[in-house]
C-alpha cells in the first residue's frame, strides 16, 4: 500500500533533512495521497 501511495503522489526525498521541514512536507503528501486514492480508483485513473 506504501508503494502504490508513493507513486499516486510522486513522493520523492524531503527537500531539507531538517526534521521541522521535512515532517509537515511528509504529511503534506500522504494528506493528498489519502484524499487521491480513493478518486482514482473510482475513476480508475493510475498514476504515470
Known amino acids: 500500500a506504501f508503494k502504490r501511495l508513493k507513486s499516486l503522489i510522486g513522493l520523492r526525498a524531503p527537500p ?3 526534521p521541522r521541514i521535512a515532517k509537515p512536507w511528509i504529511l503534506a503528501h500522504f494528506l493528498i495521497a489519502l ?3 480513493p478518486l482514482s ?5 493510475s498514476p504515470p
Request: glycine share 10%; net charge negative; proline share 0%.
Open 16 to 18: 531539507a533533512k531538517d
Open 41 to 45: 480508483q473510482e475513476f480508475g485513473v
Open 35 to 37: 484524499v487521491t486514492e
